[in-house]
């Protein structure tokens, strides 16, 4: 099963690296796929590549990566037991917010991962990865760690690992989101 998944991936991959769907394709260093464990529970989403992304061509591996890895490491759910994507796979201009029209064009890309991987609970890391996937008008700062079900799986957003570096005092509400996501993740069979 794992295998054929692996190979499904794959394709995904190369058909994703050689989109043209937007501009933003002519200005990627790489495609920012995703990565993790392909059986993975939990699927964490965020917006879009950064600079060390793009170079790495790994999702959440600058500042904000190395962040979000220690909150995982703390609530003992370590980075290789899950899977991490962006809702872009290519990294927008000086890490401005990605455009309508660049999260439609790449939209279809994190449907098929999800699919994929068939994660029981998706956390979306920020506002933007919220307002995509759990409801348009969602607000970080009043409904982060709140559930919601959509479809057969269970969603909730954190905030971005990159806002905690700007305010540190977000901090505490991040732990405790990210502990009640462990407890939700390890009631699943």
Known sequence: MSET?????EALF???????GCKLSETKTNTVFGTGNIQAKVMFVGEAPGEQEDLQGEPFVGASGKLLDKYLAVIDMPRESVYIANILKCRPPHNRDPLPEEEDACIEFLRKQLQLINPKIIVCLGRIAAKRLIKPDFKITAEH???FEK???LMCA?????ALLRDLSKRTEMLSDMFEIKKRADEIQ
């Not at 954190?158 to 990159?162: A, G, R």
């Open 5 to 9: 998944v692996q190979k499904e991936l």
């Open 151 to 153: 479809g057969k799986y």
């Open 158 to 162: 954190v905030y971005h690992p990159s």
């Open 14 to 20: 190369e058909k994703c690296d050689s989109c043209k």
């Open 145 to 147: 760690g709140k559930w």
